[in-house]
């Protein structure tokens, strides 16, 4: 299920956070000192840090990773925001593309079926509110960006286009080739069954007739 286990308590303090990160340098880890340090020192602000971690921007340790670090540009930061809400509520947007426009109640309504008895109306209402008030930050006006992985261990580092043989192109004759037509650059091998006989007469005129037809 692409869906959060994170919400904070305090929604209308999303905007601050996000902007209290842009005025900071990224650290090492972002801990909880670090959160105090932006000035956010109650418990409930603790619960942003899950936030991040469900959006991309922390791995579960907490160090930033790459997505962090393009929203740091504030020219990009509420699309770099969008795109990680579009990958933590995945479920909500396969719903509906547009999910970013749902009311608080919408959200809820559909996150009561998509988890499916798993969470409590109170949770779900906190997880419904957060949604809202991140998509309220975070600019959706661009198009979706799709991040493509490369397999592990693929180097696709000077990866030349295979060499493209023509059809007409012609085989190397080999006049110890026994029963082998070229046609175009095919190779066709024939296999002759040769009856049980001692009559020559017969090889003879078996072999006589593969002359006629095949050349």
């Known amino acids: ?31 909880l000192k670090f959160l105090e340090n932006l000035g956010f020192t109650s418990t409930n602000d603790r619960l942003f840090i899950g936030i991040l971690k469900d959006l991309g921007f922390l791995n579960r340790d ?9 929203f740091m540009d504030r020219s990009r930061a509420k699309d770099v925001l969008a795109e990680g809400i579009r990958e933590a509520y995945a479920d909500l947007f396969a719903i509906n593309t547009k999910a970013n426009e749902f009311t608080v ?83 066709y091998h024939i296999n002759i069954v040769l009856p049980d006989t001692r009559d020559q007469a017969v090889f003879d005129a078996i072999f006589r007739s593969l002359r006629e037809h095949l050349g």
């Open 62 to 70: 907490g160090q930033p990773q790459q997505r962090y670090f393009e």
């Open 105 to 187: 109640q919408d959200a809820k309504n559909k996150l009561r079926t998509l988890y499916a008895g798993k969470k409590t109306d109170l949770v779900i209402g906190h997880v419904a509110k957060t949604f809202r008030a991140l998509c309220d930050y975070a600019d959706f006006s661009g198009e979706p960006t799709a991040r493509k992985e490369r397999p592990t261990g693929e180097d696709t580092r000077d990866q030349s286009p295979p060499e493209r043989i023509s059809p007409t192109k012609q085989v190397s004759d080999d006049s110890s080739s026994i029963g082998k037509i070229k046609v175009a650059g095919l190779q």
């Open 1 to 31: 299920m692409a869906l959060p286990d994170s919400y904070t308590m305090k929604a209308g303090s999303i905007p601050a956070y996000f902007d209290a990160m842009l005025d900071a340098q990224p650290p090492e880890r972002f801990s």
